[in-house]
Structures are given as structure tokens and as C-alpha cells.
């Protein structure tokens, strides 16, 4: 994955040079990655970059005049116009040195854009690293025994031979309930994510780690005074404008189109044509029949993957495992089959990414979030809604009691939940309308959902227009009751893309339009459905899902699971009793109840994890 990676350790003997090149191969995953890196053992210091030939195409790290100053940086700005009023021609990287020689730590603040970026300032003795509002490109940190190491996979600090890799209980017991973790926590202690809006400063001389939040959502404003046809219009030009900025350059755009609303905002927002446009899954599934529409509707370059069977997973599931390294279980991998005739087609992927969440949802105004009678109240309604309802069904507390193996069963014992109510704890004073939105932001879309970019920017780039940052601003600058329930949302597309509020929303079916057809349409869909249910099956109905992850498991992928769950390599760890491994699996295949997978497939990720990153050498 694109990222910056480095090391700087003033005490020690290790060879620079050799740790930053075996760390640029542990993360090169195909012939088209790309990395530069500069090593000083007398200073003690390596920095570099790796990509994937899109972005960033200049040698890094660039330098100052002087060559006092280098800096790495992955990613892109969007309000370069106003960083290089001097020079337009300058690089991203260019900028940002520039920008920091001026204003310091405080030159993060002023850049708007997805990046990583790291600063080797030989003068001052330190290594800074920043990176944007939504940490858009993840980086892996350890300030260990005097030695900094980061890098946008764990992997490249397990190149560190001297690193101790000790796993974190509090990790596998966030896996097992939530099916990934919370917060900046990784399945190792000492290795943590960089916080979003950050600024992490290594001191060279005390070889010390300082780090310091430069944006907070507490810095978004309230506004409740903006009517509601204002919202609407000013988010349509907002969300407008993001999609032309991110598509109107030299960079081949595509759009991953299904059937719901935000990937058919985008490509329908999308001036330039022809636009690429792709889709996977089943052919009978929801997503493939109403994005075929929507293609046809925008006149887009359509492409569709055909998901027929589960032999994909097992073809990819390495690839995939060494790119999101556990931290995504492989029913998430949708999507990764793709990825190669993408490269081919497209540079940039506008990514639909949690549009729902930031354009507003109907949990954005569940009543026992916004108006919890106090904080406990809303911690366990998060706690839930974390367990069962954002991804599949997890385990159960008496599920999660059964699942350790006795040594460390009573260690593990309400760990989950601790660790929950410890990270929800910060937020708990923000505005009760939207604090628990703003940890579900950091805490589901960051640390499960967006593995989905991290696997995809192994191919091919990405950009989020609903991630823009005047765009979230102003739509959580308003009351969560404007955007609720699609309210906001459905009037933008009804305005902005007329043409696609008329094609149906694969989550119910229904026309995502504000006009009375809505009513109309929704009433026709359900007598349909009725029809079919109690007289005969008369009118075709789609598949919901465009992957039957849970069939797989009962198929194609059995015997690939079983050896895994009830492989001697597993039981001899201790971990799990592998005579309810078992039980649990055979409750899966009995096929009597449904959605049992996401108590089985973090078992099975977690275990893979082990056996690439905790067991053998990262490189």
C-alpha cells in the first residue's frame, strides 16, 4: 500500500541502509510498486516512500536547497492553488516541504487533501509525521526502546529483527466480538495506527515520541439555523464541486458501481465522459441488475465481474491477507478479483467510501443514540449495534466464554467491553446528536471498512469526494435530524441527478426520490414481495447479497476453513478450545440459523494472521 516508511534510532548499531530496504520489499506486493529511500548511519536515520506508480511519480524524498530537509509523502492536496501561489508548478512533495520550512508543526493544519507525509529535519534533530483529517493513508507506528520505526503495513516493522512481537489480548478479544479492532490499537503491543489529524514529532537527541492532534470534530461548527432546502443545495454544490476536482484532471477516473446511493451520486455528478464503471457479484444479485441501469442511465464504460462460486476466495485470500494483515477478514474481500483488468482501465477509483454515514442514515437519529438518558445508556447501545448490527453478527457474551481455551479464559474475560467503553469515553462529551456518529466514523469505517481502500490501493488509486473536507464539515455542522433518514440525501440526488432517483436503491427496493412515485413505487414493491411469498412466485426477485459468503463457507470453502480451524497449529496455541471451534462450526453448517459466519471467519483471519505475522520473519 502506498505510504511513507523510516527509522531513526540514535543509540543503536543497526544497519539503516539494510532494515529500510528489507522493509521496501516486504511491502512491494506487485511488480508495479515503486520505492525510494535515503539511509544515514552516521545520523541514524532511513526514510523512504513506496507506491504504486500513480501518484507521487517524482524520486523521493525531495530536499531543500540546502539538503537539510528531506521529506517523503504519499497521497495528494486539493488546495494547491493557495499553497503555491509562488510557484504553481511545483510538486505535492515541493509544497509541503516549502509549507513546513514556514510554518513548523503547525504546517499540517493548513493542507487539505489525503496524504501521509513524512520530515527528516537534520538541524533540529527530529522526524515529523502528519497526515490528513480522516488518516485517508494508514501508517503503523513504534516508539520502542528508543527506536522509532513506521510504515503503512505492520509488516515493514516486523522486518525490525529485534522487535519483539507480543500480542495484544485486548486486540484478539476486539477482534472476536466487533470482528476488528477500535481505536489506533494493532494485534501487536508497541505497534499502534496514527491517530487522524495528527502530528507525531521523534526528538533524535532524548529519542523520544511527542504526538499532538492539529484538527478535532469538536472544531466543526453548529449551525442549526440553516433551513433545510439551504442544506440541500449547499451540499449538492459541495459534493459537486469534490467530484469535479477529483475527476477533471489528467488521472483516468472509474467508479465501483452497485445498487445503492452513493457510488450512483458520484458517477452521475461526474462530468467527464466516458467514465469507467465496474461491478462485482452474482448475476442475479441487486447490486449487478440496478448498477447495469445506472450505467445505462449515464452512458458510463461498464464492466461486470461475474462472482459465480466461492473458488475466488481461496484464490486471493493470500493476497488479500497481505495487504490488510488481519485486520480485514476475508468476507470483505469482495471486490479483489477485480482489481488487475481495473489497473488497466483506470488510475483512480472515486470512491463511494461511507457516503451513507457522512450524507446521513437512519441511525444518525436513532432515538437511544441521540438521546440516551445518559452515558452508560448510550455506551451499551453502541456496544450492540458494534456486536450485531454494523457487520455480521459477532459472538455472543456466552459464546465469547466458550471460545478461549482455559489458560487464558478468565484473562480475556470482559476485556472487549472495557476496552469499548475506554475508547467510546472521549467522545461521550461531544453533541449528543452526533458524538456517537463521530465514533462510529473513527472506529467502524476506519478500522474495518476502509481495508476495503487499503486492498484496492494496491492496483489502482483513490479518492473520496464525500471525505471532503468543507463538504463534512458542513453536513456536521447540522443537526443530525436534517440528514437523518436519508432526508438530505434523497433531496440532493432528486435535485442533482434527477435521472437516478427514479432507479431503485438496492437496500429495499424503493426509488431514492422525494416526489409521490416514492409512495407509489414502495407499494408496488411490497405487493410484489407479498405475492411472491404467500401465492406463487410470479415476479423475479434479486439476490440482497452479491457474494453468499455464508454458502461458501457450507461449500466451496469447507474443506479450506476446516483445515485452519482444526489444524494442530491451532489447537497447540491455547487460544481457542477447539472443541467449541468445532460446535461452532458445525452450528454453520447445519444451515438452522443464519448469519453464524461472523462468529467463525475472525477465528479463521485471526489464525492466518499468526501464521504470517507472529510466527516467521515479515520479509
Not at 112 to 119: L, P
Not at 424 to 451: A, K, M, S, W
Not at 485 to 501: C, G
Request: with cysteine; proline share 5%.
Amino acid at each position: 500500500m502506498s505510504g511513507v516508511f523510516g527509522v531513526a534510532d540514535p543509540t543503536s548499531q543497526i544497519d539503516m541502509r539494510c532494515l529500510a530496504g528489507r522493509m521496501a520489499a516486504a511491502m512491494s506486493h506487485r511488480e508495479w510498486f515503486v520505492s525510494d529511500h535515503v539511509a544515514d548511519d552516521t545520523r541514524r536515520v532511513a526514510l523512504g516512500r513506496i507506491g504504486i506508480g500513480i501518484f507521487n511519480t517524482g524520486p523521493q524524498p525531495v530536499w531543500n536547497t540546502d539538503r537539510t530537509i528531506a521529506l517523503a509523502m504519499a497521497g495528494e492536496f486539493y488546495n494547491r492553488d493557495a499553497l503555491s501561489l509562488h510557484d504553481p508548478s511545483l510538486t505535492d512533495e515541493q509544497i509541503a516541504l516549502d509549507l513546513y520550512q514556514r510554518a513548523g508543526d503547525d504546517f499540517a493544519r493548513r493542507l487539505n487533501g489525503a496524504f501521509v507525509i513524512a520530515v527528516w529535519d537534520i538541524p533540529r534533530r527530529r522526524i515529523v509525521i502528519a497526515n490528513d483529517r480522516f488518516g485517508l493513508y494508514p501508517t503503523y507506528t513504534t516508539c520502542r526502546a528508543g527506536r522509532l520505526i513506521f510504515a503503512p503495513e505492520v509488516k515493514g516493522i516486523l522486518c525490525d529483527d529485534t522487535f519483539e512481537r507480543k500480542l495484544d489480548p485486548t486486540a484478539l478479544a476486539q477482534y472476536m466480538r466487533f470482528q476488528h479492532l477500535l481505536g489506533e490499537r494493532t494485534f501487536f503491543e508497541d505497534i499502534q495506527l496514527l491517530p487522524c489529524a495528527s502530528v507525531l514529532v521523534y526528538d533524535l537527541d532524548s529519542a523520544t515520541c511527542r504526538l499532538q492532534p492539529y484538527w478535532t470534530f469538536d472544531d466543526i461548527p453548529y449551525r442549526p439555523e440553516v433551513g433545510f432546502g439551504e442544506a440541500v443545495e449547499e451540499a449538492g454544490g459541495l459534493l459537486r464541486r469534490a467530484v469535479r476536482r477529483l475527476s477533471g484532471d489528467a488521472y483516468r477516473p472509474g467508479v465501483y458501481l452497485s445498487g445503492g446511493l452513493d457510488s450512483r451520486t458520484i458517477v452521475g455528478m461526474t462530468e467527464r465522459r466516458p467514465i469507467v464503471s465496474l461491478t462485482y457479484g452474482e448475476r442475479n444479485c441487486r447490486d449487478v441488475q440496478i448498477a447495469g441501469r445506472i450505467a445505462r442511465a449515464v452512458g458510463s464504460d461498464h464492466h461486470w465481474f461475474d462472482l459465480p462460486d466461492g473458488h475466488w476466495v481461496t484464490t486471493h485470500v493470500d493476497f488479500h491477507l497481505a495487504l490488510t494483515e488481519g485486520f480485514h477478514s476475508w468476507i470483505h474481500a469482495h471486490g479483489i478479483t477485480s482489481l488487475p483488468p481495473a489497473r488497466q482501465m483506470i488510475d483512480v477509483n472515486l470512491t463511494g467510501w461511507d457516503g451513507g454515514t457522512v450524507m446521513g442514515h437512519a441511525d444518525s437519529v436513532e432515538p437511544l443514540q441521540m438521546y440516551a438518558v445518559d452515558d452508560i445508556a448510550l455506551i451499551m447501545r453502541m456496544f450492540y449495534l458494534f456486536n450485531q448490527e454494523y457487520t455480521w453478527p459477532s459472538l455472543l457474551e456466552g459464546e465469547e466464554s466458550l471460545l478461549y481455551a482455559e489458560p487464558i479464559r478468565a484473562r480475556m474475560r470482559g476485556l472487549a467491553f472495557d476496552s469499548f467503553r475506554e475508547e467510546i469515553t472521549p467522545y461521550l462529551h461531544g453533541r449528543p446528536d452526533v458524538r456517537g456518529e463521530y465514533f462510529y466514523i473513527r472506529n467502524h469505517c476506519r478500522r474495518l471498512t476502509q481495508n476495503l481502500v487499503t486492498f484496492t490501493r494496491s492496483h489502482v488509486e483513490v479518492r473520496f469526494p464525500f471525505f471532503d473536507y468543507d463538504l463534512f464539515e458542513f453536513l456536521y455542522s447540522l443537526p443530525a435530524l436534517v440528514r437523518g433518514h436519508r432526508a438530505l440525501y434523497l433531496a440532493l440526488i432528486q435535485r442533482e441527478t434527477p435521472r437516478l432517483a427514479y432507479i431503485p436503491y438496492d437496500h429495499d427496493e424503493f426509488l431514492p426520490t422525494t416526489t409521490p412515485l416514492r409512495d407509489v413505487h414502495a407499494v408496488i414493491v411490497k405487493l410484489r414481495r407479498r405475492i411472491n411469498r404467500h401465492w406463487r412466485r410470479i415476479f423475479v426477485e434479486h439476490n440482497t447479497l452479491y457474494a453468499d459468503y455464508e454458502g461458501y463457507l457450507r461449500g466451496d470453502l469447507r474443506e479450506w476453513a476446516e483445515g485452519i480451524l482444526y489444524d494442530r497449529r491451532t489447537a497447540e496455541r491455547g487460544l481457542f478450545d477447539p472443541a467449541y471451534v468445532r460446535a461452532l462450526m458445525q452450528r454453520h453448517l447445519s444451515g438452522q440459523e443464519q448469519w453464524t459466519i461472523g462468529k467463525i471467519t475472525p477465528i479463521i483471519t485471526y489464525e492466518m494472521m499468526l501464521r504470517a505475522l507472529y510466527d516467521g520473519k515479515a520479509h
